[in-house]
C-alpha cells in the first residue's frame, strides 16, 4: 500500500495523507542551521550540534508520536485547524505534503481557505524560513487568525529534559515588535540568542508556554488559538515558545503570504547588548531584512534547486526503471549528504543527545559524497583525523560542535582506524589530491602533536599489525563495525552500557572482518605508499597484507563461507560448529572484497551460502540462526529479541557488501536482486508492512526470524546510504573512479540492454553510453573514448574541461 508518489520531476515525495505509517521527515539546512521536519510539520531545530545548541525542544518517544514542532493554527470564525493536520488534526478538505531536496511544502484547506506551508533553510543562512500562503477559494470575504508556533530549548537538549530545577527559572525572551527573542542564559556564558519573527503587524503574541496552551491542554487545543485572544505572554523561567496572533482578511480569490524566520544568531562576546539587559539585534535585523519577501523566498528556493542541480549532476543515469532512476539520480545522493551532514546524531531514532558524530560512521558516509562535495570531504577528514590517538587508535565519536573526540563514549573498536585509509584513498581516486596527505594534523587535537596525514594513515595500518591474536588474526577491542559483537565485555550487569562499559585488556578475541578490511585498505595503504614514491613503504604494507591474507585462509575459513571470530576462550564464532550465529554476513562481504577466495572458488561457494542461510524476502540477514538466548561471551548482539537489530535483523549498511562482492565474482542478477530487495522506492508499495519513508534506507529491517517481518527502524541515518551508493553506482552500474583513471566495470542483470551514465570526473565529463547486446551480466567487449578504442576498462584522466563520449559494448 502506498501513501504517497514519487514526483521526479520536481525531485519530490508527495504524501497523500497525514496518517502515514510512521513520521515521514525530511532534513532543512547545510552548514549550520538544521531543521527536521516531519509530513505533519512535527520536528525540531539545531545550530551545527543537536546536543549542545539545540534551538527548538522536541519530547522523543511522545504520545501521540511526534508531538512538537513548528506549527500553524487557523481559527476561522471558531473552526480551528491546521494546515498539516497536527496538532489539531481537525478534518481537512485536503492535505498535502511535498518533501523536496532542502524545503518542506505542506498543504491543507478546510471550508475554502487554503493554507500552504512552504518550509525551507535558505543556503548560508542561520535560520528557518516559513512561507505561509494563505488562499481565500471563496467567492465572500473571508476574516480569521492565524496563529503561529514553535517552543524554544534551552539550548543544552540532555540539560533541557533533565534539569527542571534550575531550568524553570532560567527562561528568557525579549518582544520587539514583531519579533520574539528567545534569550535564555545570554545574560551570563551564551553569547547566542534566537529569534522568531513575521513580515507583517501582529495582533498579539505568546511566548510563555502555560498562558498560549493553558497549562491541562496539550498541542491540539490551546487556550490562545480557541478562543482567538492571543495572551501576550512574557516568558520568566518556565518554558519559553514563540507564538505570533495575525488577523487576516481575504477578498473572494486573494491570496497572501506571511514570512516567518526562526533564526539563530552569535553575537562578539564584546557586542552582546545594545543597552544593558538589552540584546543586541543587529545581525537578527539583517536576517529578517534578508527574507523579507515571498521574492526573496522564491530566490532562496531556487537557489536551493541550483545548489542540487550542481550536486547531482555529478552522477546522473538513464534506465527504463524509473525505481532505479529516482534512487541513483535523486534519493540516495541526497540522503548521503543528509548522512554527511549528521552522521547518527539528530533523526526520529537518534535524539540528538545520545551520539555525536562517530569516527566510523563519518568515514564511511564519506564514501556516497566525496564526488559531490569534495571540498568539504576534505575537511571532514582532517576533523576526523584530528581526533585520532598517537597509537592509531581513535576516539570513536566526536562532537560535532567542539570537534572533539568524546571520553564518555571511549574508544578502543579496533576497526575505526582502517576506515580513515577507506575515506582517504576514496578522496584521492576523486580528486587526484595527493596534496591532502601533507596537511598536518594533530593527534587527539593536541596541536604539539601534529604530523601529517600520511603519518595518520601509517599509525591505521599499524594499529593493526600491532594488536594481532593468537591466530595473528586483528585483535577485535570492544567491538569491530558490528557494534553488538561484544567479545571482551561479560556484562551481568543490566545497569551497565554495552558500549561503554569497561572490557577485559583483550588480547584473545579476534576479528575475521577487521582482518578482511585489513587486506581491502591495507592494499589501498600500500597504493598510496607507491604512488608517493614510498617504495620502502609499500613494500613493507605489502608483506603485511600478504601475510593477512595467508592468515585468514589459514584461520578465517569454515569450509562454506569465512568465520566471523574468535572470542576471549579463542573458540570460533560464525562457524558451523556454533549451534546458533553460524554465519555472518560481514566477513564474507569484505573478505571477498578483498578478493580473498575469488580465483579458487571459495568466493562462490561462500555467496551460494550467504543466499541460501541469510537472504530473505526483505534483504540479507546480520546472522543465522539467531540467538534465541543471552551470551555472555557474545554480548549486545544476543541481548536483541530474533530478527531484530543486529541479532539477524536485515543490518542494511552491509548488504551491499554482498551486492559487491556479487559483482567481483561477475553475478549480476543476485547483485541488483539484493539492490532490490532493500531499495526504499522498491518498497513503496508495502508501505504498511515497511513503515520509514519510501524515500530513503533505514538502518535496519526486521529479518527472517522477527516476529513482524520487514518492519523498517532507523531511517535516514546509517551508513546504508553511502554503500549502497558506491554498491549500485560504482560496482552494479559500474563506473568508478581511480587514482589515474575511471574504471568502467558494469555488472548488471543480464537481461538489461543498457543504459547511460553523466559522469563528471576530474574537470571533463563523460556521456557514457553501454550497451549490452548479447546479453551478459559483466566483461567488456568494447571501449571507445571520443570514438578510439581503449585497451582495457578504464578512461584515462583528461582534465581538459571538455565533454567526452564514451561507448562500452558489454559481451
Ligand atoms: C545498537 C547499534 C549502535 C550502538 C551504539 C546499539 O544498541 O544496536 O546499532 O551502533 O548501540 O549506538
Ligand atoms: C550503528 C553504528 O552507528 C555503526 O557504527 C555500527 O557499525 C552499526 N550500528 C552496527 O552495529
Redesign the pocket.
Known amino acids: 500500500m502506498r501513501f504517497g508518489r514519487f514526483d521526479d520531476e520536481h525531485r519530490e515525495y508527495v504524501i497523500d495523507t497525514p496518517m502515514v505509517p510512521y513520521p515521514w521527515i525530511n532534513y532543512l539546512g547545510y552548514d549550520g542551521f538544521f531543521s527536521l521536519i516531519s509530513n505533519t510539520a512535527g520536528g525540531y531545530s539545531f545550530y551545527k550540534d543537536a546536543r549542545l545548541r539545540r534551538i527548538t525542544r522536541y519530547r522523543y518517544n511522545n504520545i501521540p508520536v511526534d508531538d512538537g514542532g513548528k506549527y500553524f493554527y487557523i481559527n476561522d470564525n471558531n473552526d480551528v485547524w491546521s494546515p498539516g493536520w497536527k496538532p489539531v488534526k481537525a478534518e481537512l478538505d485536503k492535505y498535502e505534503c511535498r518533501h523536496g531536496l532542502g524545503y518542506t511544502k505542506i498543504t491543507g484547506e478546510k471550508n475554502n481557505l487554503e493554507a500552504e506551508v512552504l518550509y525551507l533553510v535558505p543556503l548560508k543562512f542561520n535560520g528557518e524560513v516559513q512561507r505561509v500562503r494563505l488562499t481565500n477559494k471563496s467567492d465572500y470575504v473571508k476574516k480569521f487568525k492565524l496563529f503561529s508556533f514553535v517552543e524554544f530549548c534551552l539550548w543544552n537538549a540532555y540539560d533541557d529534559m533533565t534539569n527542571f530545577q534550575r531550568n524553570f527559572s532560567t527562561g528568557e525572551v525579549e518582544i520587539k515588535g514583531s519579533v520574539i527573542y528567545h534569550k535564555t542564559e545570554y545574560r551570563e556564558r551564551r553569547d547566542h540568542f534566537a529569534f522568531y519573527s513575521v513580515n507583517s503587524d501582529i495582533a498579539g503574541y505568546d511566548t510563555q508556554m502555560e498562558d498560549f496552551l493553558g497549562l491541562y491542554n496539550g498541542f491540539s487545543s490551546p487556550d490562545a488559538v480557541i478562543e482567538g485572544k492571543p495572551r501576550n505572554s512574557e516568558a520568566h523561567g518556565w518554558q519559553p515558545i514563540g507564538s505570533h496572533c495575525i488577523e487576516v482578511e481575504l477578498g473572494a480569490g486573494e491570496v497572501k503570504d506571511y514570512i516567518f524566520i526562526l533564526g539563530y544568531v552569535e553575537n562578539d562576546k564584546n557586542d552582546k547588548w545594545e543597552s544593558p539587559g538589552i540584546i543586541n539585534k543587529t545581525k537578527a535585523q539583517k536576517m529578517i531584512s534578508k527574507m523579507s519577501s515571498s521574492e526573496d523566498v522564491d530566490r532562496e528556493l531556487d537557489a536551493i534547486s541550483d545548489y542540487w542541480d550542481g550536486l547531482l549532476s555529478v552522477y546522473g543515469i538513464e534506465h527504463p526503471e524509473d525505481k532505479l532512476s529516482r534512487m541513483v539520480n535523486i534519493w540516495n545522493p541526497y540522503q548521503c549528504i543528509t548522512t554527511y551532514n549528521m552522521s547518527?546524531s539528530a533523526s526520529y531514532f537518534e535524539s540528538g543527545i545520545?551520539?555525536g558524530f562517530g569516527f566510523r560512521d563519518s568515514n564511511q558516509d564519506l564514501l556516497g559524497c566525496i564526488h559531490q562535495i569534495p571540498e568539504k570531504s576534505k575537511q571532514r577528514i582532517l576533523d576526523i583525523a584530528a581526533t585520532q590517538m598517537e597509537d592509531g587508535s581513535a576516539y570513536h565519536q566526536y562532537q560535532p560542535l567542539t570537534k572533539r573526540g568524546n571520553d564518555e563514549v571511549g574508544g578502543n573498536f579496533n576497526d575505526d582506524p582502517l576506515w580513515l585509509i577507506a575515506s582517504v584513498s576514496a578522496y584521492i581516486k576523486e580528486t587526484g589530491d595527493y596534496s591532502i596527505l601533507e596537511r598536518l594534523v594533530p593527534f587527539d587535537n593536541d596541536e604539539n602533536k601534529e604530523k601529517n596525514l600520511f603519518e595518520h594513515l601509517k599509525r591505521s595500518f599499524y594499529h593493526v599489525v600491532d594488536n594481532l591474536g593468537p591466530h595473528r588474526l586483528p585483535l577485535i577491542g570492544r567491538a569491530d563495525w558490528n557494534?553488538?559483537l561484544n567479545l571482551n565485555c561479560f556484562s551481568e550487569d543490566p545497569d551497565e552500557s554495552?558500549?561503554t562499559t569497561e572490557n577485559k585488556e583483550g588480547k584473545v578475541a579476534e576479528s575475521v572482518l577487521i582482518a578482511g578490511m585489513f587486506v581491502c585498505y591495507g592494499r589501498e595503504f600500500e597504493e598510496i605508499c607507491r604512488r608517493t614514491g614510498k617504495e620502502k613503504e609499500a613494500k613493507e604494507a605489502n608483506r603485511h597484507v600478504n601475510s593477512m591474507i595467508g592468515i585468514i585462509n589459514e584461520h578465517g575459513w569454515d569450509g562454506e563461507w569465512f568465520l566471523r571470530a574468535y572470542d576471549d576462550k579463542g573458540d570460533k564464532v560464525g562457524s558451523s560448529e556454533n549451534e546458533e550465529g553460524q554465519i555472518f554476513i560481514e566477513s564474507q562481504g569484505f573478505c571477498i572484497m578483498a578478493g580473498i577466495g575469488v580465483d579458487d572458488g571459495r568466493a562462490k561457494q561462500t555467496l551460494d551460502s550467504v543466499k541460501e542461510k541469510l537472504s530473505c524476502e526483505y534483504g540479507i540477514v546480520l546472522q543465522n540462526p539467531a540467538y534465541s538466548k543471552y551470551y555472555l561471551n557474545l554480548g549486545?548482539i544476543s541481548t536483541?529479541p530474533e530478527g531484530y537489530?543486529?541479532n539477524a535483523g536485515v543490518f542494511c549498511h552491509n548488504n551491499p557488501w554482498i551486492m559487491i562482492a556479487e559483482t567481483i565474482i561477475g553475478r549480476g542478477d543476485e547483485a541488483f536482486d539484493y539492490y532490490r530487495r532493500i531499495a526504499p522506492a522498491y518498497l513503496e508499495e508495502i508501505s504498511e508492512i515497511h513503515k520509514t519513508e519510501p524515500y530513503v534506507y533505514s538502518?535496519m529491517v526486521s529479518g527472517k526470524d522477527a516476529y513482524k517481518k520487514g518492519e523498517a527502524k532507523n531511517s535516514w541515518l546509517t551508513g546504508t546510504a553511502a554503500w549502497n551508493y558506491v554498491a549500485i553506482t560504482q560496482y552494479i552500474l559500474g563506473i568508478r573512479p581511480d587514482y589515474d583513471g575511471l574504471i568502467i566495470d558494469p555488472c548488471i542483470p543480464s537481461d538489461w540492454d543498457g543504459f547511460k551514465i553523466v559522469r563528471k570526473f576530474r574537470n571533463s565529463v563523460y556521456n557514457i553510453e553501454v550497451k549490452n547486446p548479447e546479453k551478459v551480466s559483466k566483461g567488456i567487449k568494447s571501449l571507445k573514448l571520443d570514438g578510439k578504442e581503449l585497451e582495457g576498462n578504464k578512461v584515462p584522466i583528461s582534465d581538459d574541461g571538455e565533454i567526452h563520449r564514451v561507448e562500452v559494448v558489454l559481451g
Request: proline share 0%; charged share 50%; aromatic share 16%.
Open positions: 547518527r545520545g551520539r557494534d553488538c554495552f558500549q549486545e536483541y537489530k543486529e538502518q
